[in-house]
């Protein structure tokens, strides 16, 4: 296609005499939105997780390919901009939950439990996290339970009350963050990774109220 | 059949398929480009603390996480984590320990830029010890050919590091948290030391 002609884009600034320069005008705006869309494109797709191939149960998400060498472009921009060591694959996995099972987002206002079932493992651990993977300062000091010691009922069931103020039995707290994460981790599982887990087989995020 | 444009904005079509066309090269550079020039990676992170903890290669237990004081984020809390920080450039590099069967110990070989290239558990331990080496494809090779002799074939397994620089992240899992002291011990016993490559 031949450029468009000049005369069209002035227009109104004629008297200043910028038709001759019209398609270097053009050509700088070009250059200057499509780096300013690219960049953008580019900041939204990295927050948006780690890229492709996601596993998801419920609320909990996981992206196994991070921690081999099979890892995609987009999931090694994350991974060197948080600075984070994924978990090998062959090691374990890690879920990440950002919402409660009926797909509200975690509010630390709320007090929500995490019950049963979980897939097998050689052990597992359930912890909060800020969104961005720091740990969470409470009265405490409890950041997170194991398979080993979680208090367990008689039948083997275990409940983790997440709730600000202390709860008896197992309890989690947020403290005074305001946004939270729960990671789910499993060290040598035999999961499947190639395929999307049975979602009743995980944990239910439940909210029990709100402050 | 002749659509109903107005001229104006034929004009400009050939602008925005070329706008668009450097947003998509600006957006495939800046994700590729990323892990290499990020500049707080989990690498840059660990290498900045080895440093500060002063010796000047081996192993460096990481200290135990707090808030407000974690090494790297979205590590699990439960976990007791040392690292290794090496150059291949001074020469190979052998990670050995051995393990009682137990306990849950993590290993994972990170190259530069992101990318692990290999991990393990203490349950693909060889006999109760874990006993590797990481070179480059030179080193490996020489290691390979050093082997054709009568000695029997050495126990240990062979990792050909993607980049001169990297790390070796192992993470020894605390069942409790009175279990972290236990859990230090464990990595305490683990060398991962520089050695010289056999004349010949």
Redesign the interface.
């Known amino acids: 296609?031949a450029?468009?002609?000049a005369s069209?884009v002035s227009g109104g600034s004629a008297s200043l005499d910028l038709k001759p320069y019209a398609n270097y005008l053009?050509?700088g705006s070009?250059?200057i939105?499509?780096?300013i869309?690219?960049?953008l494109?580019?900041v939204l797709?990295?927050n948006a997780g780690y890229g492709f191939n996601s596993l998801r149960a419920g609320p909990w998400i996981s992206w196994p390919h991070t921690?081999?060498?099979d890892?995609d472009?987009?999931?090694?921009?994350v991974?060197?901009?948080?600075?984070?060591?994924?978990?090998?694959?062959?090691?374990?996995l890690?879920f990440i939950a950002r919402t409660d099972s009926n797909g509200a987002p975690l509010n630390a206002d709320c007090e929500y439990r995490i019950v049963d079932p979980l897939p097998s493992a050689?052990?597992w651990?359930i912890?909060l996290?800020s969104p961005?993977?720091?740990?969470?300062?409470n009265s405490a000091e409890?950041?997170?339970y194991?398979s080993?010691?979680v208090l367990r009922k008689e039948d083997g069931d275990f409940e983790i009350d997440v709730a600000r103020e202390a709860r008896p039995g197992n309890w989690l707290s947020p403290?005074e963050a305001r946004d939270f994460v729960v990671?789910l981790?499993f060290?040598?599982t035999s999961l499947d990774i190639d395929s999307n887990p049975d979602p009743n087989s995980f944990p239910k995020i439940v909210k029990l109220g709100c402050a | 059949m002749r659509l109903n444009i107005p001229?104006?904005y034929l004009?400009?079509?050939?602008?925005v398929i070329?706008?668009?066309?450097?947003?998509?090269?600006?957006?495939v550079v800046?994700?590729?480009l990323?892990?290499s020039v990020?500049p707080?990676?989990?690498l840059?992170?660990?290498a900045a603390y080895v440093k500060s903890a002063a010796p000047a290669e081996g192993l460096v237990l990481l200290p135990q996480?707090?808030?407000?004081a974690?090494m790297?984020?979205?590590?699990?809390?439960?976990l007791a984590e040392a690292v290794c920080v090496y150059d291949l450039a001074k020469g190979p590099l052998r990670v050995k320990t051995s393990v009682d069967g137990e306990d849950?110990l993590?290993?994972?070989f990170?190259a530069s830029?992101?990318?692990?290239?290999?991990?393990?558990?203490d349950?693909?331990a060889i006999k109760g010890k874990i006993d590797i080496v990481v070179g480059d494809a030179r080193q490996i090779d020489a290691l390979v050919s050093a082997d054709e002799g009568d000695a029997p074939p050495p126990q240990e397994v062979r990792l050909t590091a993607?980049t001169k620089r990297g790390f070796v992240?192992i993470?020894s899992?605390a069942?409790?948290?009175s279990d972290q002291e236990r859990a230090r011990s464990r990595l305490n016993a683990i060398t991962c030391q520089r050695f010289d490559l056999p004349q010949g």
């Open positions: 296609m450029p468009p002609t069209c053009r050509a070009v250059m939105a499509g780096l869309i690219g960049l494109v580019t797709s990295l921690g081999a060498a890892i472009p987009y999931a090694r921009a991974v060197a901009r948080s600075g984070e060591a994924p978990l090998g694959r062959d090691q374990g890690a050689r052990y651990t912890a996290a961005d993977g720091r740990l969470l300062a409890r950041y997170g194991s080993v010691d403290g990671m981790r060290y040598d | 001229d104006r004009d400009l079509a050939p602008w070329a706008t668009l066309f450097i947003a998509g090269i600006v957006h800046s994700v590729l990323m892990p990020a707080r990676d989990a840059a992170r660990l996480m707090t808030p407000g974690e790297l984020p979205f590590e699990d809390p439960a849950y993590g290993l994972s990170h830029a992101g990318r692990i290239y290999h991990s393990m558990t349950r693909s993607p992240l993470r899992f069942k409790r948290p």
